[in-house]
């Protein structure tokens, strides 16, 4: 029998969100209370916009046909859709991306996940707290060295604390590659452009690739912060990004997004000189066979000025949610950061108290779930993240639990 | 910088469909042809049946109001899918699989794909000819060794040939895992149940991991013919079968597919006990979230009465297609296997002509395009493919241009 990849076996057992679902059932279960509410998981609440709904619905039509049938699509996405994003996402900002450095996918979870396949040997760097998959991903490929607990020992860990206000600084030691999440999941904070460009200075100096996750774009208010990262000098050298339908149109269960590569983007391959998107062209050529025609269609309507119209509505109610939140924690004394140009809360514990426990207290006082910031890694200890993306009533309902709260 | 997997670098430049397409372009460009049919990808031409069209509809719709809205699912699938896959393709055969020993996807080339994720070093066999994903992702993954021209050094190809009935010898090397596809793409040729017996009581014996693609198995007619791999006595030992709905059901553009890991399928990994079902679990979590509701909808309505009709009324005219095309080549005295339980024809070219030698006249004097077998690996040589996925009217001018051949 073939081995297995032993890498896996160093992965800690549990994953977060299934282990916050395990205590909610318990308490549920325990106390028969029926009336919790979910302000935990990141996860959409509202419809999908009737742009993307009636283009979806064609794409069934045009696929019930046999002169409109569509089979196979491109592996790297359709035109229409490619072309969509090109001027939508990029044209519209200054910035200048080709359809074909465009790579259409089923969602950023893949594609962060998968990027490390085309990747070899190097010291990764990640914020702490960060999003488990670009951890837990490079883990499965050798990258991340061994558990300790808390950390990797391969991995550089770059702390984001209220000190250095939940911006990464640069690190100390060398690295090949970075992650970068802006806006962040899961602190809700974002970078200006000054913050970013001197990312990319630095990525540009120390030939180090940024991995830069856009999931969160869509909810960006403040015209400081860059809603690519493109739109910085040089970093069509250094850096791919990573774009999402899931938070900006509803599409968590649709499941489209996409990568950008640009052309400029090569590595020095023992003398030879290797485009990344050539790389990845080829293993999602490979193993991959496009995202669902329907899936694209929807996606493609979100770029029309009806579907634009209702995306934006729906994400001014997600941040309305965060506002409302947000004063409602404030009145309580608890100070909580982001939520102004992304759909999180980041929450100080009361009176540093650990982010298990003031998760069980608002679990068991105001049946209100949340994600304990220890989750997220170690410099998340001290924090709770609410997300906004719940239903309103939700929000209101909350709030009238927090004031009753005894910490 | 990070390095680039250097594995990659050794891949061959070029894809078998991509020089076939670029071929039939620069044919009709030259020379202003606009009547050349394709009979060479293997990818659908019929639409989707009214039973998945109204499902997904529906699915559509429900995403469409917030009282019905469905967000993230599992990443492993719906439960209505699974239940549905449990009990339509395994219990009503006689084989027992858990719906939690099913594991949905977007399809049969990202899990065949990506499975080698999970496998640690060792030696792996296919047939030749073979479907080229199970080479390549291996060749990616660094297991495949270096590529000669026509073979991978540190793969193991078991010829099928004419000889053998395209049906390949067991391994006469020590080998750790087995890519088998039946019915067999390209081939279109199949195993009895007392065939594949043979290969399962030799893999138990010999702890060898069996990669089961089953993407065809709709098209079996022959009741000696087994539908599972778990059909077989002691296969939940040893297999691990791939599903799609692609071929099932016009599935190319909607992305639907499914893996199955039983619970008993386990490997020593340092004398711990590993089922190969967590691991697959822990890589789908953590880089894949979930098929589209509503493709996953859409696959769901194939299991109902309508469905089942539906699909199978499909599967009959594609193979009828494959009928009418096989009796048109003996009539030319062209020798054609498969296409009786499979969408496949394998026809030995005239006079042991090189495969792409058969595909240029076919191209040139009858705007025809096949797929050299030379093209799925050396022991395809000889030999080119039709696909029955065209439409009827295709088969019948195809006849009418092949009978007019001059080899």
Known sequence: MIRVNDNYLKLPGSYLFADIAARARAFRQTLAVDDVISLGIGDVTQPLCDAAVAAMHDA?????????????????????????????????????????EIFVSDGAK???????????????????????????????????????GTRWSGITYLPCKEENGFVPQLPSEKVDVVYLC???????????????????????????????????????????????????????RVA??????????????????????????????GGRTVRLNELWKRRQCTKFNGASYISQRGAAAIY???????????????????????KALGEMGLKAFGGTDAPYLWVKTPDGM????????????????????????????????????GRRESYVEAARRLKKLII
């Open 60 to 100: 069934v039509d045009e696929l019930s046909r046999v002169e409109s049938f569509h089979g196979y699509g491109p592996e790297q996405g359709y035109d229409f859709l490619r072309k969509a994003i090109a001027e939508g996402d990029y044209a519209s900002r200054g910035v200048k991306i080709s359809p074909d």
């Open 110 to 148: 893949s594609d962060t996940g998968n990027i490390v396949d085309i990747l070899g040997a190097g010291r990764v760097a990640v914020t702490d707290p960060v999003y488990p998959v670009y951890v837990d991903s490079n883990a499965m490929a050798g990258r991340a060295g061994d558990y300790t």
């Open 182 to 236: 802006f806006p962040n999941n899961p602190m809700g904070t974002v970078m200006t452009r000054g913050e970013l460009a001197v990312w990319v200075a630095w990525a540009v100096e120390k030939n180090v690739l940024i991995l830069y996750d856009s999931a969160y774009e869509a909810f960006i208010t403040n015209p400081a912060v860059p809603h690519s990262i493109y739109e910085i000098e040089g970093a069509k």
């Open 240 to 269: 791919i990004e990573f774009r999402s339908y899931s938070k900006t149109a509803g599409f968590t269960g649709v499941r489209c997004g996409y990568a950008v590569i640009p052309d400029e983007l090569t590595v020095d391959a």
């Open 304 to 326: 029309t000025e009806e579907g634009r119209r209702q995306t934006k509505s729906t994400i001014e109610y997600y941040l309305s949610n965060a506002a409302y939140l947000k």
């Open 354 to 389: 650990p982010s298990w426990d003031f998760f069980d207290i608002l679990l068991r006082q105001a049946h209100l779930i949340c994600t304990p910031g220890a989750g997220f890694g170690p410099s998340g200890e001290g924090f709770v993240r609410f997300t906004a993306f």
